[in-house]
């Protein structure tokens, strides 16, 4: 992925993990609502991302790949809070 579909990517990992954790069904609408993204430009990343294995885009799902990096990224994030 280039930067900037990296960082959406990324962003989408998060927001799928986040949605779980606020026990929100992980619908492609939720997700495109959670990002302000539209569904055709969510759906397209979704399948970009299954087939890197992040995601299951059939189901809106984080698999165990996935649920690492979307951790990882929110770890960072609050580590960067705290120093600041």
């Known amino acids: 992925m280039k930067d900037n579909d990296e960082q959406r990517g990324l962003s989408a990992l998060e927001a799928l993990?986040?949605?779980?954790r606020a026990d929100?069904?992980?619908?492609?609408?939720?997700?495109?609502?959670?990002?302000?993204?539209?569904e055709p430009?969510?759906?397209?990343?979704l399948i970009r991302l299954d087939a890197?294995?992040?995601?299951?885009?059939h189901r809106?799902?984080?698999?165990m790949k996935g649920l690492v990096l979307a951790l990882s990224k929110a770890g960072t994030r609050k580590q960067a809070k705290r120093a600041a």
């Open 41 to 45: 430009q969510l759906r397209d990343l």
């Open 60 to 63: 809106t799902r984080l698999t």
């Open 17 to 20: 993990y986040e949605l779980a």
């Open 52 to 57: 890197q294995g992040l995601v299951d885009a």
């Open 24 to 38: 929100i069904p992980a619908t492609l609408k939720a997700l495109a609502d959670w990002l302000d993204t539209p």
